[in-house]
């Protein structure tokens, strides 16, 4: 299948694959994807991603984290923000705290993508793709 928004493709797998408690998911991997599961593995979202297959059927396998006995889901909330029918872009002074900063915001800059944290100290702004907690 091929999918127009692979951003929101990507969240929504993750999404559905931890509501149902599953171990690792597969996203097809494009440079985009990966700079977002770089950014989740860094802010401990997930437990790793590698690159799977060949060619142009290359996917990356994520593996989820979870917590406690009852497996509770480490993020309880993907949601992407601009799409490719309504862009939103913030510049430095106006980039969005997620939950007071318990969350983060995944931000592609000119520096590549990265979270609201890392672009508020490097004094960047950007398009907000999506919000994570």
């Known amino acids: 299948m091929a999918a127009n928004d ?20 597969e996203v097809p991997s494009t440079k985009m994807t990966r700079s977002i599961a770089k950014v989740l593995l ?4 997930i437990t790793e991603y590698k690159e799977v297959g060949e060619g ?3 996917t990356l396998m994520i593996s989820l984290k979870y917590k406690g ?13 601009s799409t490719p029918g309504l862009r939103v872009y913030s510049n430095r002074k106006e980039l969005p705290r997620v939950l007071g900063g318990i969350g983060i ?3 592609s800059t000119s520096s590549g993508i990265m979270t609201d944290r890392d672009a ?9 793709l ?4």
Do not use: C
């Not at 860094?42 to 979202?45: M, N, Q």
């Not at 006995?69 to 923000?81: D, F």
């Not at 508020?120 to 907000?128: A, D, F, N, P, Y």
């Open 69 to 81: 006995k009852n497996r509770q889901p480490i993020i309880k909330t993907l949601k992407r923000v």
């Open 6 to 25: 692979t951003i929101a493709d990507m969240l929504t797998r993750i999404r559905n694959a931890s509501l149902a408690r599953h171990q690792t998911t």
């Open 42 to 45: 860094e802010e401990g979202f």
């Open 105 to 107: 915001a995944i931000i």
């Open 130 to 133: 999506a919000y994570v907690w």
């Open 56 to 58: 142009v059927k290359k």
């Open 120 to 128: 508020r100290s490097q004094g960047l702004g950007g398009e907000v």
